[in-house]
Nanobody, 122 residues
Framework: VQLQAFGGGLVQPGGSLRLSCVAF????????IGWFRQVPGKVLEGVSC????????YYKDSVKGRFTAARDKAKNALYLQMNALKPEDTAGYYC????????????????WGQGTLVTVSS
């Protein structure tokens, strides 16, 4: 059982990136899955949480209107389209199952992907 996250990189302010999180050995159909981010030395924060079965997604206030989560049932994957990126979006981004609507934690049996680094800088 694993999640593979990728798609990070270096982008200028105002630019875009799309992160991908592909699940292996676990069917996302009836799960919640989300994106989290962390800057070294700071607390991990929830970015989005998606109810995979219908795509309903909750977003952190500071990314609303800029980030959009989407899922592909056939590929068992979750994506995060990030537009209008700002330097403060710079962080390691992680996907994880069992996120919750408040974006402030995960369930006790959450599966985490490895991080993918997003750097927004000119």
């Amino acid at each position: 059982v694993q999640l593979q996250a990728f798609g990070g990189g270096l982008v200028q302010p105002g630019g875009s990136l799309r992160l991908s999180c592909v699940a292996f050995g676990i069917n996302l159909e009836h799960l919640y899955i989300g994106w989290f981010r962390q800057v070294p030395g700071k607390v991990l924060e929830g970015v989005s949480c998606t109810r995979f079965t219908d795509g309903m997604t909750y977003y952190k206030d500071s990314v609303k209107g800029r980030f959009t989560a989407a899922r592909d049932k056939a590929k068992n994957a979750l994506y995060l389209q990030m537009n209008a990126l700002k330097p403060e979006d710079t962080a390691g981004y992680y996907c994880a199952t069992e996120c919750i609507e408040r974006l402030d934690g995960v369930g006790t049996h959450a599966v985490w992907g490895q991080g993918t680094l997003v750097t927004v800088s000119s």
